[in-house]
């Protein structure tokens, strides 16, 4: 089983769709952004580029852990710089956690759970009653979660 760090394939094809809306005030018929979540999962997952859509198999279960895990908050609504379009999420935790995650997805739960992205932890991290933190790297161009360069 192998969690490789990827932007999903389905997602690319989906943001030129318009199928998920990050923004405030999105085009489509819909007047609300779309609800995004993140998910952990163990070592015993598969996940990358072809992953399209969130599943339990292999999901972390632990104290303090929620199967589906928690909603992400947008820190940085879509936005440019160059040529790069660029959004960030909120640092997440999950408070007096036990558990052991080698991976995440995040995910699309307003769009029957499609999948975005794979985050690869590259090793386990653990948690023991204690706080399990996903840092979000800088929201820049080059930098961000989401981007699209």
Same mark, same amino acid.
């Not at 760090?5 to 943001?15: D, H, L, R, Y």
């Not at 989401?146 to 360069?149: C, E, S, V």
């Given at each position: 089983m192998t969690i490789s760090?990827?932007?999903?394939?389905?997602?690319?094809?989906?943001?030129l769709d318009g199928v998920h809306a990050f923004g405030a005030a999105p085009v489509r018929a819909s007047t609300a952004a779309d609800t995004f979540y993140i998910a952990l999962y163990t070592s015993l997952a598969t996940l990358d580029a072809? +992953?399209?859509a969130y599943s339990s198999?292999?999901?972390v279960v632990g104290a303090g852990y929620t199967a589906g895990g928690q909603a992400l908050t947008i820190?940085?609504?879509p936005t440019s710089?160059?040529? +790069?379009a660029y959004l960030s999420f909120a640092n997440v935790s999950w408070t007096s956690?036990?558990?052991t995650a080698r991976g995440a997805l995040i995910y699309n739960t307003s769009q029957s759970n499609r999948a975005v992205a794979v985050l690869d932890f590259g090793a386990d991290k653990i948690s023991s009653t204690g706080t399990f933190q996903i840092n979000f790297p +800088?929201?820049?161009a080059g930098t961000a979660i989401?981007?699209?360069?």
């Open positions: 760090q990827a932007m999903c394939t389905s997602f690319k094809v989906e943001i072809t +992953t399209t198999s292999n999901e820190s940085l609504a710089s160059g040529t +790069t956690s036990t558990i +800088t929201a820049a989401i981007q699209i360069a």
